[in-house]
Nanobody
Framework: VQLQAFGGGLVQAGGSLRLSCAAS????????MGWFRQAPGKEREFVGAITWRSGSRRYADDARGRFTTSRDNTKSMGYLEMNSLKPEDTGVYYC???????????????????????WGQGTQVTVSS
């Protein structure tokens, strides 16, 4: 297993959760970690991303200000801190790592699922109203 996400669960609206993702092997030797989610009947969508080296962060519009990505390079761990959760945040959350040529390449394509070659198994987040 090269990527493993955990930390999901059931939380009330307005609550918080912290997701973690452990990277190993080739999945750890990448440029950035991204977080995506998929709600039932919907396509997988970008949530947030962070580069391993510089810690450059990017967020989807509805995540900005509520969610925070972080990483611990010494442990090859990535994190997604989620606050002020809403019922519409419900879904399976995936961590992924991908290769980008440089910061410009990352800034252009960080939200594209096809740029991430390694994916974790997903962890369920359910936000009740």
């Amino acid at each position: 297993v090269q990527l493993q996400a955990f930390g999901g669960g059931l939380v009330q609206a307005g609550g918080s959760l912290r997701l973690s993702c452990a990277a190993s092997g080739r999945a750890a030797v990448t440029y950035a970690m991204g977080w995506f989610r998929q709600a039932p009947g919907k396509e997988r969508e970008f949530v947030g991303a962070i580069t391993w080296r510089s810690g450059s962060r990017r967020y989807a519009d509805d995540a900005r200000g509520r969610f925070t990505t972080s990483r611990d390079n010494t442990k090859s761990m990535g994190y997604l801190e989620m606050n002020s959760l809403k019922p519409e945040d419900t879904g399976v959350y995936y961590c992924a790592t991908g290769l980008f040529d440089n910061d410009f390449d990352y800034s252009r394509d960080y939200s594209r699922t096809r740029r991430y070659g390694y994916w974790g198994q997903g962890t369920q987040v359910t936000v009740s109203s």
